[in-house]
């Protein structure tokens, strides 16, 4: 089984569209620090960045216009979509950009650019109340009616 086997028909939010290539942009998400006085410099890793596309897509043939339709309504929706590339399958993603090319030289023919970034999961990490900031208030006049209760019954027990 060659390569060429295993390409998938590409679309996003079952939009079918064709493209020749793709840009996949990651990395680490890394923070450098430089001190004073100091020859080497640190680095502290955050994590991995979040995975972009850059991906050109067409629409061609004698019903491109209905299959541009389609792909324009996909990519103006709101929220999280599936986009599906040729060489590794679903990807769940946000729309951040797009141009679409439409020629009169190229009729029959549109073309889009468009800049995918991976929606991922929660918006962000979930703030908890810390012990600290339970003891303010009434949780700190609990605890010590608790205590002085619990001292009372051991000591004339």
Not at 53 to 73: K, S, V
Not at 99 to 116: H, S, Y
Request: charged share 30%; with cysteine; hydrophobic share 40%.
């Amino acid at each position: 089984m060659t390569w060429r086997d295993n390409l998938r028909p590409a679309s996003f939010r079952g939009a079918r569209c064709h493209t020749e290539d793709r840009r996949k942009m990651g990395g680490r998400r890394n923070v450098h620090h430089e001190y004073p006085k100091r020859d080497q410099p640190a680095v502290e890793d955050f994590g991995r960045r979040q995975r972009r596309w850059r991906q050109r897509c067409y629409c061609i043939g004698a019903t491109y216009m209905a299959e541009r339709d389609a792909m324009l309504d996909a990519l103006e929706r709101g929220g999280p979509g599936t986009f599906v590339d040729h060489w590794t399958g679903e990807h769940r993603v946000v729309v951040d950009d797009f141009t679409m090319i439409e020629t009169r030289e190229e009729g029959g023919f549109v073309l889009f650019e468009i800049d995918f970034a991976e929606a991922g999961g929660a918006a962000a990490p979930i703030a908890l109340a810390g012990a600290a900031s339970l003891l303010i208030g009434g949780a700190a006049a609990g605890l010590v009616n608790n205590a002085v209760s619990q001292f009372r019954s051991r000591f004339n027990g």
